[in-house]
């Protein structure tokens, strides 16, 4: 069972490029979700979604935009990247059912912007 | 607004000592709390949680939590901590949506 598969684990950009962070489970969840994580701010909230063609924004969605066209993944796109994105991405998905489901998470996307 | 604060951004403690780590919340009519542990480069796995019923929680790894409802607190405990506790551990609540918003994170460093 290979849970939630985040790739690439690394990546550099320059200013300006794009490029898409892909997630991918295979529990069958429901909800996706992104996150960023940046030292002393913890974990922010950039997008999510609840089902396949339904998605909602978090925290901190500008400059991110998302899609679910399959309940398996949740594509994280960067239009035109800036250095403010650097940082490390994290996907996670749950069962919709219940508060009870944790997050799953996966092992995370290190991104950096020149 | 809603907030998750984690006021200890570092707490360094030795082995087989007693840990606090603590975790207050902005206030709503219901929340939904959890603890989550995150290792050296990995992902975050799930300590424990609060959703309803007895305010004392218990988790993996020995770890317990205290839901206080007046104090909007929940702070996890371990009566003896282990040099393979050392990680960084976050505070998180479900604000009866589906955004579950965390706090900044708490840097336990266990010394021998």
């Known amino acids: 069972n290979a849970g939630v598969t985040q790739t690439p684990k690394f990546q550099v950009l320059k200013t300006g490029q794009s490029m898409t962070l892909q997630c991918a489970q295979d529990?069958?969840?429901?909800?996706m979700s992104w996150y960023r994580q940046d030292p002393g701010m913890g974990l922010r909230l950039i997008h999510y979604?609840?089902?396949?063609?339904?998605?909602d924004q978090g925290e901190v969605p500008n400059g991110y935009n998302v899609s679910r066209s399959t309940t398996e993944d949740f594509p994280l796109r960067l239009l035109s990247a800036a250095p403010s994105q650097t940082s490390v991405y994290f996907c996670?998905?749950?069962?919709?059912?219940?508060?009870?489901?944790?997050?799953?998470f996966g092992n995370g996307t290190r991104l950096t912007v020149t | 607004a809603q907030s998750v604060t984690q006021l200890d951004s570092q707490v360094p403690v030795f082995e087989e000592a007693p840990v606090e780590l603590r975790c207050n919340y902005s206030s709503s009519v219901s929340v939904y709390l959890f603890w989550y542990v995150q290792y050296p480069n990995q992902g975050l796995q799930l300590l424990l949680k609060y959703l309803s019923g007895s305010t004392l929680v218990k988790g993996i790894n020995g770890f317990e939590a205290e839901f206080n409802k007046s104090q909007t607190s929940f702070h996890l405990r371990k009566p003896s901590v282990h040099i393979s506790d050392t990680a960084e551990y976050f505070c998180a609540v479900l604000y009866n949506t589906d955004k579950l918003i965390f706090g900044t994170g708490t840097r336990l460093q266990v010394f021998p």
């Open positions: 979604s609840v089902g396949a063609g339904i998605t």
């Open positions: 996670a998905s749950r069962s919709i059912g219940g508060y009870n489901s944790p997050l799953h």
């Open positions: 529990m069958n969840h429901e909800y």
